[in-house]
Nanobody
Framework: QVQLVESGGGLVQAGGSLRLSCAAS????????MGWYRQPPGKQRELVAT?????????NYADSVKGRFTISMDGAKNTVYLQMSSLKPDDTAVYYC??????????????RGRGTQVTVSS
């Protein structure tokens, strides 16, 4: 059973940056794709970024984070990152790393980590 452990969350001022890490307990090259979700308090979960590991590392982003967030991976460390810049108070959420795959052009997650809190102050 895979384990995904997120880290790097915290409190940051608006306009600042944070880098989240997701360490996988398995070789990430055995995974089709990985992604980051977020869930603000009292709101629905949102898929913010994905990376297709077996497809050359192509990436996709939600419109709400495009141009500000970057998803990347380090195969040697079995780790996926989410670099977040120009943070806004609306980015405040629990961020979850997930394992998944693309099916019919859509990312489908079958496992996620416990999450890390990101709080952006105004």
């Amino acid at each position: 059973q895979v384990q995904l452990v997120e880290s790097g969350g915290g409190l940051v001022q608006a306009g600042g940056s944070l880098r989240l890490s997701c360490a996988a307990s398995v070789d990430i090259f055995s995974i089709n794709a990985m992604g980051w979700y977020r869930q603000p308090p009292g709101k629905q979960r949102e898929l913010v970024a994905t990376i297709r590991i077996i497809n050359g590392g192509s990436t996709n982003y939600a419109d709400s984070v495009k141009g500000r967030f970057t998803i990347s991976m380090d195969g040697a460390k079995n780790t996926v990152y989410l670099q977040m810049s120009s943070l806004k108070p609306d980015d405040t959420a629990v961020y979850y790393c997930s394992r998944g795959r693309y099916s019919g052009g859509n990312y489908v997650s079958d496992y996620r980590g416990r999450g890390t809190q990101v709080t952006v102050s105004s």
